[in-house]
């Protein structure tokens, strides 16, 4: 029994060897994957035709899930979850703004600045101030 254990754990260690894994956007696919089966469990009784479409987007998402961990061309694999990182992080720089724009309502105000677009943090309850933005340089005068 150990001996088929060893040649199994072998075969498999040979098999695995060279690929690309999992990473950031395998977990990605996986639980949108999964949101979407969740999603079509739900619509089974309103609607078949949209149940059976999601339920058909989700096994989709986790063939090419598969596609991608079991795959030998580490380059693109890596390329691609570079890709997917750059957009990420612009929608998690996004909510954790919103994140501390609520946490910081009482004491903080946010601005804009006019010329770089960088968002600015600024105490409540100074009047009318002026705002140096520390990336461009620009002063502009807001009320807090």
């Excluded at 703004?97 to 105490?123: E, G, M, S, W």
Aim: positive net charge; proline residues 3%; contains cysteine.
């Amino acid at each position: 029994m150990r001996n088929i254990l060893y040649r199994i754990r072998t075969t498999l260690a040979r098999f695995f060897y060279g690929r690309y894994g999992v990473d950031k956007l395998g977990y990605a696919i996986l639980i949108v994957s999964m949101i979407l089966s969740l999603a079509s469990s739900f619509c089974a009784v309103a609607s078949p035709r949209v149940s059976l479409i999601l339920y058909v987007i989700s096994y989709g998402l986790l063939i090419w899930m598969l596609f991608r961990m079991l795959s030998k061309n580490r380059a693109a694999r890596a390329n691609e979850n570079a890709k997917f990182l750059g957009f990420w992080k612009g929608i998690k720089k996004w909510f954790k703004l919103q994140y501390n724009r609520i946490k910081d309502i009482r004491t903080h105000r946010y601005f804009a600045c006019p010329n770089c677009k960088n968002n600015l943090r600024v105490p409540k309850g100074r009047g009318e101030i002026t705002i140096t933005c520390p990336v461009c340089k620009t002063k502009f005068d807001r009320k807090t």
